[in-house]
T-cell receptor, first 116, second 113 residues
Framework: AAGVIQSPRHLIKEKRETATLKCYPI?????VYWYQQGPGQDPQFLIS???????DKGSIPDRFSAQQFSDYHSELNMSSLELGDSALYFC???????????????FGPGTRLTVL | AQSVTQLGSHVSVSEGALVLLRCNYS??????LFWYVQYPNQGLQLLLK??????LVKGINGFEAEFKKSETSFHLTKPSAHMSDAAEYFC???????????FGQGTTLQVKP
């Protein structure tokens, strides 16, 4: 079965550089969630989109922005990178939408971002 | 506010022994609960979910979890541990009005031969 695709899988950047992470949801899934997992920590919600509109926003720095495109893929743009941004970034997709109680999120393999 | 707490950051069992990973939730509304597993350097894989249809939920790889409202718990069990079960396990609650997941701190399962 098709899964969530994230690219790149690994990314190394210098401080103050920018990075763009991409997420391709499972076909027919119209909802995308982004999470950040620091070393040894649990995933923390960043932002979500439903039908190309932002549906919720979590603890996402102002230096980060994201959007969902017409084909439902999503991109997380990160600017002025800091050492603390080094983490595993997960994308998850779902089909029922964020307001359906039985909605289930399926996660991608993640992008490991290292900021030097 | 909705939250989950996982008791025990590390659990070690012998191969063939019972696996019990604990998760307690806090929620003022009926919760929707999930268990995910994360193998080293991999993403989160859904093990099972509770969405109020049945209190005993069976998942993949022989895992199951029982929702106990009286104890506000959703513990994960497996009768017989296998070496391949060694991983990080996360309990999560779905925030009802937004869809986002709030995760517990995670439990690392070690399986000894």
């Amino acid at each position: 079965a098709a899964g969530v695709i994230q690219s790149p899988r690994h990314l190394i950047k210098e401080k103050r550089e920018t990075a763009t992470l991409k997420c391709y949801p499972i076909p027919r899934h119209d909802t995308v969630y982004w999470y950040q997992q620091g070393p040894g920590q649990d995933p923390q919600f960043l932002i979500s989109f439903y039908e190309k509109m932002q549906s919720d926003k979590g603890s996402i720095p102002d230096r980060f922005s994201a959007q969902q495109f017409s084909d439902y893929h999503s991109e997380l743009n990160m600017s002025s990178l800091e050492l603390g941004d080094s983490a595993l970034y997960f994308c998850a997709s779902s089909i029922q939408g964020p307001w359906q109680s039985t909605d289930t999120q399926y996660f991608g393999p993640g992008t490991r971002l290292t900021v030097l | 506010a909705q939250s989950v707490t996982q008791l025990g950051s590390h659990v070690s069992v012998s191969e063939g022994a019972l696996v019990l990973l604990r998760c307690n939730y806090s929620s003022s509304v009926p919760p929707y609960l999930f268990w995910y597993v994360q193998y080293p350097n991999q993403g989160l894989q859904l093990l099972l979910k509770y969405t109020s249809a049945a209190t005993l939920v069976k998942g993949i790889n022989g895992f199951e979890a029982e929702f106990k409202k009286s104890e506000t718990s959703f513990h994960l069990t497996k009768p017989s541990a296998h070496m391949s079960d060694a991983a990080e396990y996360f309990c999560a609650v779905r925030i009802s009005n937004t869809g986002k997941l709030i995760f517990g701190q995670g439990t690392t399962l070690q399986v000894k031969p």
